[in-house]
């Protein structure tokens, strides 16, 4: 016949071992397995001691009955405890689905006008052309009057041009640029020179008031209209595939005599394999440099002759990739940019 202090005992004794029980359960079931022994209802072993009371003498009753329910709620937050240690540690691991794909890195990609500018250089590169660079704030002796372009001229108007200060504004095309390298190199000159130009355009579906020119130049000796023609008509079927004719329509520069804009007309494959010739696209102004321009950039115009042209990439890529709204490019819907990219999702 037990007594009071002695189940008190038992009751310590069963504290110290549950406690030991649960710190050693290395997982959820063992643990659930040591709750059961010690504080199942019907088995469990402190609960046991509870149903003893009954026998005790009524005196004895009431400490026995404390010391039960302390142990219990001791041992019962222990339990708890390790069990939430338990689920801490092993919740990465248990939700670890070896059998999913796996989540593919987003590699970005290059803008559309940036593809596309790669692909006029790469051209370029490969008929011998580097590449060459000017300031975006120029002053009006490069921006028009080296370029044969009398401040009074239409296009040097305040209207259109935007002016940092006095005589100092946003390059308003790339063709500067001409006259700057012609000034820094002698002849040979084979020049390719993106770069951003500005101009006071309301923005809408085909203008924005910053934009990209990719410019070029070509001055040596001897070099005439058929070289000039010869060069457009090489880039552009290099650009767009061997099918592609251009063709010269006159036109007006002041830097340039004779002026041309120039059109390409190109071959495209129908999804029935067939294939079709597209209209003529206007894709740059070009021309024989003027010998003033020469001239101005002090090169010997008796001796050297040349060509520029200049083109928008971004048309070209509206072109090319049958965009008909030129914002789209710089509004940056990622639904939109990611087409180009190499993963071709967002
Ligand atoms: N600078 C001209 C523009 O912005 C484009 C251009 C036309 C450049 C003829 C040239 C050229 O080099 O020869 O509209």
Redesign the pocket.
Known sequence: MSDGPSLIRDLEALEQEALEATADATDPDDLEAVRIRFLGRKDGRISGVLRGLGGLDHTERPAVGAAANRVKGVVSAALDARAASLAAESGPDSALDLSLPGRRAWAGGKHPITLVLDEIWEVFRSMGFTRARGPEAETEWYNFEA?NTPLDHPAADEQDTLYLEDSVLLR????PV?IRTLQNHAPPVRILAPGW?YRRDTYDATHTPAFM?V???VVDEGVDFVDFKATLAEFARRFWGPGTRIRLRP?F?P??EP??EVDVKRVITLPDGSTRETDWLEI????M?DPAVLDAAGVDSERYTG??????PARIAMLKYGVTDLRTFFENDMRFLAQFAPGGEA
């Open positions: 370029l308003s095309h790339t063709s001409q130009v020119q410019e070029g130049l036109s520069f830097f340039t002026s041309a740059m102004g070009a021309g440099v060509f520029a042209f200049g083109m928008g």
